[in-house]
């Protein structure tokens, strides 16, 4: 039912793209052994993690601040999220999430500019069932067998 970010099954997720993600935007640790369950977990954990900072920096008037926890948040949906989806093997889900990531990255923006914490606390509500189902499946997916989480280059 759930798509898997195996190497071996189709996915909505591109294995090969999975582990290049992570240093794109600039996570730093856990990824070295993480599957490729625990690597989306670890962007969205690290998207509301930035989130937060975003918000506390926009109350406080720190522009720089917030600037730089928003694009945080930016690179994680675009370069994270929405790039390492499969749109060919993914089907009707992985167009879904796309076409959502791009919104969220839209609202983000929005919320840059304007100083609007609504913008960003509707990201949150809309990744939030996300991460949850993620999470819910954790147990599974973190049980697939290492041999199948293949990488390419």
């Known amino acids: 039912m759930y798509a898997t970010a195996t190497g ?3 996915s909505m997720f591109s294995a090969r793209n999975m582990s290049s993600v ?4 600039g996570v730093q640790t856990g990824i070295n052994g993480a599957t490729p369950h625990q690597l989306v977990v670890m962007l969205f954990n690290g998207f509301l ?3 937060g900072k975003a918000r506390a920096a926009m109350a406080a008037g720190q522009i720089e601040a917030k600037c730089e926890a ?3 948040c930016v690179r994680i949906v675009d370069e994270g999220l929405k790039a390492s ?6 089907g009707q889900l992985a167009h879904q999430l796309y076409d959502l990531y791009g919104y969220i ?4 923006t929005q919320a ?3 100083n609007d914490p609504a913008a960003l606390e509707e990201c949150v509500r809309l990744l939030t069932p996300i991460r949850e189902a993620w999470m819910a499946m954790a147990p599974t997916a973190d049980n697939t067998p290492r041999q199948t989480l293949e990488v390419q280059a």
């Open 8 to 10: 071996t099954s189709p």
């Open 105 to 108: 990255t839209k609202r983000l």
């Open 85 to 90: 989806l499969n749109l060919q093997e993914g």
């Open 112 to 114: 840059n500019l304007h």
């Open 22 to 25: 992570y240093h794109q935007v």
């Open 49 to 51: 993690d930035s989130i």
């Open 70 to 72: 928003i694009t945080k």
